[in-house]
């Protein structure tokens, strides 16, 4: 519930805070064996948390769509393996992802205040990543640790950021 929750404010308040984005690459090579493109985008949304991410990762021709939260307190829940993310993008199309694996809480101690982090990679297509790329996200339902689904509309600043995210993916 708490991931719903928090989700849901992470979106709102980067609406209100995002500019224009240039690529900016956590990872930028190319695979010197293959040619293949290797590369990853992370944006840093702002919200009530000591963070949360979402990035955008290519290895030649597979996708991936990586989300990481941290919030206040020790948390206990796990979220499972292919509990779904679905999204629709500004085109219509409907993308659905599976979690390739659970994610277990981490407790990090941050100065004396702990805090729980969740990783959770999902698989994409890259259909599905021109698709962001070329109309952005427009509505994300994402499965939390309870299966229960957690609905959020998608503000048209957030919308821009995705497809810049995934425009900078084939650049």
């Known amino acids: ?43 840093r949304l702002t919200g009530p948390t000591p963070f949360y991410y979402f990035s955008y990762i290519r290895n030649g021709a597979d996708y991936k769509f990586e989300v990481e939260v941290g919030d206040y307190g020790e948390l206990d829940t796990i979220i499972p393996e292919n509990s779904e993310l679905i999204m629709r993008a500004g085109n219509g199309d409907i993308i659905k992802m599976k979690a390739l694996s659970k994610a277990e809480p981490e407790i990090i101690d941050d100065y004396g ?38 609905d959020q509309e998608i503000p048209e600043a957030v919308t821009k950021i995705s497809m810049e995210n995934g425009a900078c993916i084939f650049k």
Not at 16 to 43: A, G
């Open 113 to 150: 205040t702990k805090i729980t982090r969740y990783l959770i990679m999902y698989q994409m297509t890259e259909q599905d990543m021109r698709a962001i790329a070329e109309s952005g996200i427009v509505f994300i339902r994402i499965q939390d640790m309870k299966n229960t689904f957690s």
């Open 1 to 43: 519930m708490r991931l719903k929750v928090l989700f849901s404010f992470v979106l709102l308040n980067l609406a209100f805070t995002s500019t224009s984005q240039i690529c900016k690459y956590v990872v930028n090579d190319k695979d010197p064996l293959t040619d293949d493109i290797i590369r990853t985008v992370k944006t």
